[in-house]
């Protein structure tokens, strides 16, 4: 069964490489590009073609123009295999263009393939599970590694030149998902005895060290300029940090498993940078100063609002005070007149007063007197 399926595999790569030969050569279409993907790509599972996988990276070298043919390449073969072996050995050659640090790679942004639904079409379900798994696992990592490197650069050209705390914090929370990604890359059952899959991992540990390499560097930049922040700043750093001392541990035991399953790698157990402790309680100490500063801040406003109401309060009270007084001294002043006030229904029309031509009364207050305005005393 093995040896026919290995024949069958043979026969489907040499007719790809014939096809490959009778295509025209066009802006997408590179017949020499074309069959180094295939044989960096074939049915063989034992082992990959590093030779042909540094054969695509180089042409990639020599001329951007090139990163056309080899994606329409690679897509094209991962989208007609249901082989895994094939599948896998598409996303170890993306993976290695990835890190071939070549500026035009920074521009592919997503993959132009979609592997998170996978499945074996050669071999029943109940088998080929480990393999499904595997590489939809591998594929979540590389894609979302391509849109970080293709954003990061867009960032990067926007920003223009000079260090922001906020784009690092930014950065290295991205980082961060991506180990937790990596860390899904676990082979299990049968799987974890392939040599394939063990060469995959292998990588994974070494991309699983770098990036942890570059989170404790940056956390450590940050932690240099923390003060130039405010507590916004602080505050993500802070779960940056308490994420970088959790990813620790979880990497810890990730490395045992794969010392387990025999990944060379791992075999010499590699050395987590730990977040000191004094890290952590300097970043809560700064955030406790950002929000002890603001509540005093808050208290003092809160006084001199409240001193303003006093002062407000106290004029209104002289203003009511006076308006009273203005009323009193209305209703008590006096008036002197010559005329004569008459009470015919009591006295009849005989004058009571024979003498003095002088008479007192009490006004009670001039009639075109407005009323006071009661919205000032409020």
């Not at 990604?181 to 699983?208: K, S, T």
Request: glycine residues 4%.
């Amino acid at each position: 069964m093995r040896l026919w399926k290995r024949a069958s595999g043979l026969f489907k790569d040499q007719n790809s490489l014939w096809q490959a030969n009778l295509s025209r050569r066009t802006a997408l279409r590179n017949p020499d590009i074309e069959k180094a993907v295939i044989r960096a790509t074939t049915h063989y599972d034992l082992s990959f073609d590093t030779r042909n996988v540094d054969r695509v990276c180089e042409w990639l070298r020599l001329s951007p123009f090139n990163l056309k043919p080899i994606l329409w390449s690679v897509s094209n073969r991962m989208e007609k295999t249901r082989n895994w072996v094939v599948a896998l050995k598409g996303l170890y050659l993306m993976h290695s263009i990835a890190n071939s640090k070549i500026a035009c790679v920074r521009r592919i942004g997503r993959l132009p393939f979609d592997l998170s639904n996978f499945n074996d079409g050669h071999t029943h379900q109940a088998k080929t599970w480990p393999f499904n798994s595997f590489v939809r696992a591998y594929y979540a990592f590389l894609d979302q590694k391509s849109t970080v490197v293709f954003q990061t650069a867009a960032e990067e050209k926007s920003a223009g030149e000079g260090f922001s705390i906020r784009q690092e914090l930014v950065l290295l929370q991205k980082l961060q998902s991506l180990i937790d990604l990596l860390m899904q890359i676990r082979p299990q059952g049968r799987a974890a005895f392939v040599p394939l899959i063990l060469h995959v991992v292998d990588g994974i540990i070494i991309e699983i060290y770098d990036l942890y390499s570059r989170i404790c560097r940056g956390i450590a930049i940050v932690l240099m300029n923390i003060y130039s922040g405010g507590k916004a700043e602080a505050t993500m750093a802070l779960n940056v940090v308490q994420k970088a001392t959790q990813q620790g541990e979880d990497l810890t035991l990730y490395f045992e498993f794969c010392q387990e399953i025999g990944v060379v790698n791992a075999s010499e157990f590699p050395v987590i940078d730990r977040i000191p402790d004094e890290g952590i309680q300097e970043l809560e100490q700064i955030i406790k100063s950002f929000t002890d500063k603001s509540s005093v801040d808050g208290s003092e406003d809160n006084n001199e609002e409240e001193k303003a109401i006093v002062v407000r309060e106290a004029e209104m009270n002289n203003n009511n005070n006076n308006q009273k007084q203005n009323l009193h001294n209305d209703e008590l002043r006096t008036i002197i007149t010559d005329n004569w006030e008459k009470f015919d229904e009591d006295f009849g029309s005989k004058n009571p007063f024979a003498s003095p031509n002088l008479m007192i009364t009490y006004e009670q207050g001039s009639k075109n007197q407005e009323p006071p305005d009661l919205i000032s005393f409020l």
